[in-house]
């Protein structure tokens, strides 16, 4: 079921309850659950998590203060129920964390990407770029994705669209070198946002997350943030917890959301590695990028 079903789907399990004044408070609750659990379930959201929304919404609305003499037909009644539901959709996918990340004018703050490929890294890092340029930084963009073919040509492709400088090198094979020659240059010349594409392939994946660890160690981030296709289902969160072990990044980007995603797998991996989405990718286009809000995306949800 993809995202704009879940949607519809947990909103038709909210009306059918409104509109239901035969059974009592409880039975409607109860069988407005079992539509969202289901939805939720059928979306590729983990089992736990589902689980967790059901209790939560179940012990607010039938706790003692809030279950007597209650009637479906009540406005008050409805509207708490529309309001529990909402809640706890938004709590899926809100991890607040206390100090986000912002970036300092006049200083070199270092922001390294990591996904596996075809996740929309490359693509990202460009709309990032972009996004701070547009609000007057002085950014760059490092490819040191050196084990795949044609990366650096993709990424300064991308840079030269959107007016980005960039660093890679067409002959070295260490993507560590690459990585401090681009940091090193970008600094000399006082750039205040360098962003560093990385691998999202090899030969075997510990090898990659090697890669990353390494990588990591010399470039120092300032923030490192994960790229997830949002259609990747339950494997999102393996492969998440498998990012976080070794780069132990704090934010995620959920990119193809403007396609066909279930998007469950995806709200999985930020609750597993209690990391918040920040931006989303809505198309392949440079400026198909939103700042991700869990209000927000949870009221487009249901519509
Ligand atoms: P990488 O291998 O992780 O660097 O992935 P790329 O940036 O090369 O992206 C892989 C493909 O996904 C490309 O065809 C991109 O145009 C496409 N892509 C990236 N982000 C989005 C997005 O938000 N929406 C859509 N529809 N396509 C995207």
């Keep these: 079921m993809v995202l704009a079903d879940l949607g519809k789907r947990i909103n038709g399990a909210v ?4 509109s239901n004044t035969e059974d009592d408070y409880t039975t409607t609750v109860d069988s407005m659950l079992k539509g969202i659990v289901t939805a939720l ?12 929304v059901r209790s939560n919404i179940k012990s607010k609305l ?3 203060n809030n279950a007597a003499n209650r009637s479906v037909s009540n406005g008050q009644t409805k509207k708490l129920i529309q ?8 709590n899926l996918v809100d991890c607040e964390v206390k100090e986000p990340f912002t970036p300092k004018k006049k200083k070199s703050n270092v922001i390294m990407f990591v996904g ?5 890294k490359t693509t990202s890092c460009t709309k990032l770029a972009v996004y701070y340029q547009k609000r007057g930084f002085k950014v760059g963009l490092v490819c040191a994705d050196t084990f795949r073919a044609g990366a650096f040509d993709q990424l300064k492709q991308n840079a030269i669209k959107a007016r980005i400088p960039f660093y890679g090198s067409y002959t070295e094979t260490d993507p560590v070198k690459v990585v401090e020659e681009g940091i090193t240059k970008f600094k000399k010349e006082k750039f205040e946002i360098i962003i560093v594409d990385t691998s999202g392939r090899h030969r075997q994946e510990e090898e990659l997350f090697q890669e990353m660890i390494q990588i990591s160690n010399v470039v120092k981030p300032n923030q490192t943030i994960m790229v997830l296709d949002a259609s990747i289902g339950q494997a999102a969160e393996q492969q998440s917890k498998a990012f976080k072990d070794s780069s132990d990044f704090g934010a995620i980007i959920l990119t193809k959301m403007d396609g066909h995603a279930k998007g469950g797998g995806a709200i999985s991996a930020v609750a597993a590695t209690h990391t918040p989405i920040i931006f989303i990718g809505t ?3 440079i400026h198909d990028f939103e700042k991700f809000s869990p209000k927000s995306f ?3 949800l249901l519509g």
């Design 116 to 120: 596996l490929q075809g996740s929309g």
């Design 62 to 64: 039938l706790s003692e």
């Design 283 to 285: 198309g392949e286009h």
């Design 41 to 52: 379930l059928e979306s590729d959201v983990n089992i736990a998590l589902v689980s967790k």
């Design 15 to 18: 009306n059918n309850a409104l």
């Design 83 to 90: 309001k529990t539901v909402f809640d706890e959709l938004c």
């Design 298 to 300: 949870v009221s487009k």
